[in-house]
């Protein structure tokens, strides 16, 4: 395929509406030329037409270049209609949330992708702490929420949801819970939620797209407090790292419950040198980004189980 031929093929496939105003040719003509590198990269065995290359690029989506991505995103944003329900994500002076009884919480969250075309991020809202009837991620309200439906109204390109499936629970494992940087509660269909972080959309789909057990930093102002005497779920790699299990997901084992979290090792499929241990702490131990530059070390187990790593800086009041 020629280049060329790429350009166009991009040009006219990639968005769903047709560009007829100049403003939204010359858009996708900068989309093309900032993906035609990704396209012939991951898709230039495949001949135009037919949407073809638009089918290629959504299912590689995870591979395509910063520059390419976010001009997709931004695109996708700034086609929808004006929303019909406006979020003001961000810090609220002051605002904290503090659960003090977190060990087996039920918790989701929502990331809707908004902004203006120039700024767009994914702003994370998280049902922690929330209150009431619809607090604390209802079952069957959240799994009835139709994200697409929800996108439109909010403007966003796409709204991410976790735990995915809907059906599907995720619960923290520490005893408490800070989160230092929080902003507003919002009620999405029934569910409420609050701000609590943002990212790039790029940056979303990257970390969603690792694979179990391959590192990545995240930054958080958050809290973790396991206290003295309570079993933690640990996975021991190479070079004296340890990672505490923050949450655990029935994503991928509906039957999965807290109780079996100490057997969980006989089913995971660990890295050579690597190993898992259940162990009841003899002191309390805190896992606090914020003492190293906010900087968090996350891995997830195949299960979609997820770690907080000690060992690597300050991050831990030690090494359990």
């Known amino acids: 395929m020629t280049r060329i031929a790429l350009l166009l093929a991009l040009a006219l496939t990639v968005l769903a509406r047709p560009a007829?105003?100049?403003?939204?040719?010359?858009?996708?003509?900068r989309i093309a030329h900032a993906c035609a590198g990704d396209v012939l990269r991951l898709c230039g065995g495949i001949n135009p037409g037919g949407g073809r290359i638009t089918a290629c690029v959504k299912e590689k989506l995870g591979q395509l270049s910063s520059p390419c991505f976010e001009l997709l995103i931004g695109a996708l944003v700034g086609r929808k209609q004006p929303p019909a329900m406006r979020l003001n994500p961000g810090v609220v002076a002051d605002k904290q949330v503090h659960l003090d009884n977190a060990r087996g919480y039920a918790y989701c969250e929502f990331a809707p992708v908004v902004?203006?075309?120039?700024?767009?991020?994914?702003?994370?809202?998280?049902?922690?702490?929330?209150?009431?009837t619809n607090g604390q991620c209802p079952v069957d309200a959240f799994a009835a929420i139709n994200g697409k439906t929800l996108?439109?109204?909010?403007?966003?390109?796409?709204?991410?949801?976790?735990?995915?499936?809907?059906?599907?629970r995720r619960h923290w494992v520490m005893d408490q819970f800070w989160a230092f940087r929080a902003g507003e509660t919002v009620d999405f269909e029934g569910v409420k939620?609050?701000?609590?972080?943002?990212?790039?959309?790029?940056?979303?789909?990257?970390?969603?797209?690792r694979g179990a057990y391959t590192p990545a930093d995240i930054h958080r102002t958050s809290k973790y407090l396991y206290a003295n005497g309570s079993t933690v779920f640990l996975i021991r790699a190479p070079e004296e790292k340890t990672y505490v299990m923050q949450s655990y997901a029935t994503?991928?084992?509906?039957?999965?419950t807290f109780d079996q979290l100490a057997q969980l090792g006989s089913?995971?499929?660990?890295?050579?040198g690597w190993k898992f241990e259940a162990k009841a702490l003899n002191r309390e131990l805190t896992i606090e980004p914020g003492k190293s530059g906010g900087v968090a070390h996350i891995i997830r187990d195949e299960f979609h189980n997820v770690y907080e790593g000690c060992g690597f800086d300050a991050t831990c009041s030690y090494v359990p």
Request: charged share 10%; glycine share 6%; net charge positive.
């Open 193 to 209: 939620a609050t701000w609590m972080a943002s990212m790039t959309p790029h940056a979303m789909l990257a970390a969603l797209s």
């Open 20 to 29: 007829i105003a100049q403003g939204r040719l010359i858009e996708n003509i």
């Open 151 to 168: 996108a439109n109204k909010l403007g966003a390109a796409v709204v991410y949801m976790n735990p995915t499936p809907q059906t599907a």
């Open 251 to 256: 994503e991928v084992d509906p039957s999965l």
């Open 267 to 272: 089913k995971l499929k660990l890295p050579a």
């Open 115 to 132: 902004g203006p075309p120039s700024n767009i991020l994914a702003q994370f809202y998280n049902t922690t702490g929330t209150m009431g």
